[in-house]
């Protein structure tokens, strides 16, 4: 199983950047993904979820209203689409992928992206 994420960069305050998870060997329509954080000298956070059942979505207070989970079943990816973009979302993301269609049940993860806001 191999998640690929794509897509961070540098961008200034107030951007949007849009991050992309391919996953290879783990279907995400039927697995439990989510985008996870860290920042240096910061714990692992995380930031967004979506579920098998029903595509349900859940985010971290601190990124309510401007970033936005999504999946597309025919890629086999999932996204983070980050807007409004803050100095304090400046972290690796890494894409998360919990298999639940196959016991026993794995956890995958992603080498990471990284996201600097900066002026």
């Known amino acids: 199983v191999q998640l690929v994420e794509s897509g961070g960069g540098l961008v200034q305050p107030g951007g949007s950047l849009r991050l992309s998870c391919v996953a290879s060997?783990?279907?995400?329509?039927?697995?439990?993904m989510s985008w996870f954080r860290q920042a240096p000298g910061k714990e692992r956070e995380l930031v967004a979820t979506?579920?098998?059942?029903?595509?349900?979505?859940n985010y971290a207070d601190s990124v309510k209203g401007r970033f936005t989970i999504s999946r597309d079943n025919a890629k086999n990816t999932v996204y983070l689409q980050m807007n409004s973009l803050e100095p304090e979302d400046t972290a690796m993301y890494y894409c998360?992928?919990?298999?639940?269609?196959?016991?026993?049940?794995?956890?995958?993860w992603g080498q990471g992206t990284q996201v600097t806001v900066s002026s």
């Open positions: 979506i579920t098998n059942i029903g595509g349900i979505t």
């Open positions: 060997e783990l279907t995400v329509s039927r697995s439990l």
């Open positions: 998360y992928g919990k298999r639940l269609y196959v016991f026993p049940f794995v956890d995958y």
